[in-house]
């Protein structure tokens, strides 16, 4: 995740996030959240944020259930 900083595409940054939620383990639900909140922050007329969320959802169904 440490490139992940480095990435200037939100709309790249929302997908990352979105293959994390797929890929990735149950201790990004920290890192997706702060995202989840800076996009909808950041972006107020874009949907940037759909991605982090769809993660969160995702890793939810997959650990959490």
């Keep these: ?7 200037r595409n939100e709309y790249f940054k929302s997908m990352l996030c979105l293959v994390i939620g797929f890929r990735g383990d149950v ?5 997706l959240t ?3 909140e800076r996009l909808e ?3 107020l007329q874009e949907t940037y944020a759909q991605g ?5 959802q995702e890793l939810a169904v ?4």
């Design 1 to 7: 995740m440490k490139e992940y900083s480095n990435i």
């Design 27 to 31: 201790e990004m639900l920290s890192f």
């Design 34 to 36: 702060k995202e989840t």
């Design 41 to 43: 922050r950041m972006y």
């Design 52 to 56: 982090p969320i769809l993660a969160i």
């Design 62 to 65: 997959r650990f959490l259930n």
